[in-house]
């Protein structure tokens, strides 16, 4: 939350995932007054960045919500989807809490808060200055993370003094499937302030290029013992990278027989917007949609998308081997849960992890390997192969992050938040930019305030 000239502008407004009822509380229940909010500036459209603002919404903001015009684009599928989601986990909730006589509960929000949300969005282009509030100008660069994700540059004048604060939005990496690489953020200001995303502070991924062959040798297992390979992606980002990487090992005739579901209507309307949207493309797939006998990067012979929940259904009782890509990527909501909950307990099947998963969801229960989880409120023993691939992954690791970091100069950076991460991978962080010459790196507590200073 920035707050110049009195007026306030929030810098994304993600939902929280974790344990069920501290996630409600922490979601519903925000640490300001909303009615102060005068605008948002939103990074992208990942559901931890954008999915609390028809909270915002439905608590009384109307301001608007500037974002991509990519992220507008996913926004208007995933946010209706989000809500779709809590009511359908009210109904649910509802239906246990009847039974054992405790009060109903209501859903974070709805559809129709979603609605009102989206109509405040106002896209705006990569590299263009536009004004935020009266005081606050704002530009878009390349984030390189997911389609339409953007890092911002943010100049903010109260009387005669500015501060500019380079707000990186989460960092993607360079050579990402479909992606261009980030486009670095300069706080140009001589009061310069930097607030960093931290998520893999303190951790190395496998190299980009490396993707295709991690992912084949599973898939090549899978085939030999015609194995079920659930793997949970969110719907924006991993799910087309996977499809783009499968869609070159088929090309190859690497995984000629592998049915390949992707199983999310989600993923599904997410694919129609990224068709959409060449301008955020990078140069390869330009070039592959240029062949004149260009075929779908989306889409290959062997691949079905599905939106219907009858042939969601029946995918349970096909005979492998095949691959079912479903969301959401925490394993938390959404189909997955159900072909998870279908598919863990057979010593046959593949869970192919990809990407980050959060404490107490169960993603991550599976990647500490749990012998037994929960699912949809029932125990199953886990007996398939749990793989955990890393080089899908769509955040700048640490080499990367540092790597980021080399563009400013520690010298004109008065101060570097890092935020969005786990303590230990942000103090790891924290430790790099250090030694990089950084002096004044902080770890903000939830709720510290910080004065920015001209
Ligand atoms: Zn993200």
């Not at 990074?43 to 919500?65: E, K």
């Not at 040798?217 to 719907?235: H, Y």
Request: glycine share 6%.
């Amino acid at each position: 939350m920035l707050t110049v000239n009195d007026q306030t502008v929030l810098l994304d407004c993600g939902i929280f995932h974790g344990r069920r009822q501290e996630s409600f509380e922490r979601n519903s229940t925000f640490p300001f007054d909303t009615s102060t909010i005068a605008a948002v500036v939103l990074s992208h459209a990942h559901i931890d960045h954008s999915g609390n603002l028809p909270t915002l919404v439905r608590q009384g903001f109307r301001g608007a919500i500037y974002c991509t015009y990519a992220t507008k684009d996913l926004c208007k599928v995933m946010l209706k989807d989000s809500a779709y989601i809590q009511e359908r986990d009210a109904e649910y909730m509802n239906r246990r809490h009847k039974k054992k006589g405790l009060p109903l509960v209501l859903p974070l929000y709805t559809q129709e808060d979603a609605e009102t949300t989206l109509s405040l969005f106002q896209g705006r282009p990569y590299s263009k200055q536009f004004d935020v509030i009266e005081g606050v100008q704002a530009r878009f660069e390349d984030a390189g993370h997911i389609l339409g994700s953007a890092s911002v540059a943010l100049t903010l004048k109260e009387r005669s003094k500015t501060v500019c604060v380079a707000f990186t939005g989460d960092l993607g990496r360079p050579d990402l499937p479909i992606l261009r690489d980030p486009v670095f953020v300069d706080p140009e200001g001589e009061s310069s302030y930097v607030i960093s995303e931290s998520t893999y502070g303190g951790r190395f991924h496998q190299p980009v290029r490396d993707m295709a062959d991690q992912l084949l040798a599973p898939l090549r297992r899978a085939c030999e013992k015609r194995s079920k390979i659930v793997i949970p992606a969110f719907s924006v980002g991993r799910t087309q990278e996977i499809v783009y990487v499968l869609h070159q090992l088929a090309g190859e005739g690497k995984i000629d027989n592998l049915p390949v579901f992707v199983d999310s209507p989600l993923s599904v309307n997410v694919t129609d917007v990224f068709k959409k949207h060449p301008e955020c493309y990078d140069e390869e797939i330009r070039a592959i949609l240029r062949e004149p006998d260009n075929n779908d990067p989306f889409g290959f012979k062997r691949l079905t998308y599905i939106r219907d929940v009858e042939q969601s259904k029946e995918l349970n009782e096909r005979a492998g081997p095949f691959v079912v890509i479903a969301a959401s990527g925490m394993c938390e909501a959404g189909r997955v849960v159900h072909h998870l909950s279908n598919s863990v307990s057979n010593p046959n099947n593949m869970v192919l992890i990809v990407g980050y998963q959060s404490e107490y969801t169960l993603g991550k229960k599976l990647v500490m390997k749990e012998p037994v989880v929960n699912i949809l409120g029932e125990p199953h023993e886990v007996k398939a192969e749990i793989i955990v691939l890393n080089s899908f992954s769509g955040h700048a690791d640490r080499n990367e992050l540092l790597e980021y970091a080399r563009h400013w100069n520690p010298k004109l950076i008065k101060g570097v938040f890092l935020v969005h991460g786990d303590v230990d991978q942000s103090e790891k962080l924290a430790a790099g930019l250090s030694e990089s010459g950084f002096s004044n790196v902080e770890i903000p507590a939830r709720g510290q305030k910080a004065q920015l200073v001209a």
